[in-house]
């Protein structure tokens, strides 16, 4: 069983809305500092959004005021909300689960998804 499972990408007109779920395998009390990266073709993976044990959010300014992250521990699952969508966002998005709140580094998650693509059209 894969530790975490994204699904909910797809293709979308720019200005439009997604919602990404991550559901996990894994135990939250164990590995309850959540994430969400993407990585566009030739380029690194990008911190996109996290969510530590308090419920406090982090996101990057490209997509601050954008993106939502939201967590469902009873259902071991979390969300992206994706509005206001811009083809600069095309890229696969993966979920991640460390023990470290709130980094933005990719070395800090131990657990991550298979990646589901986002594509934005202008």
């Known amino acids: 069983q894969e530790p975490l499972v994204e699904s909910g990408g797809g293709l979308v007109q720019a200005g439009g809305s997604l919602i990404l779920s991550c559901a996990a395998s894994?135990?939250?009390?164990?590995?309850?500092?959540l994430a969400w990266f993407r990585q566009a073709p030739g380029t690194e993976r990008e911190f996109v959004a996290a969510?530590?044990?308090?419920?406090?959010?982090y996101y990057p300014d490209p997509v601050t005021g954008r993106f939502t992250i939201s967590r469902d521990d009873a259902k071991s699952m979390f969300y992206l909300h994706m509005n206001s969508l811009k083809p600069e966002d095309t890229a696969v998005y993966y979920c991640?689960?460390?023990?470290?709140?709130?980094?933005?580094?990719?070395?800090?998650?131990?657990?991550w998804g298979q990646g589901t693509q986002v594509t934005v059209s202008s």
């Open positions: 969510i530590d044990w308090n419920g406090d959010t």
């Open positions: 894994i135990r939250f009390w164990d590995y309850g500092n």
């Open positions: 991640a689960a460390g023990r470290v709140a709130g980094t933005r580094h990719v070395g800090n998650y131990d657990y």
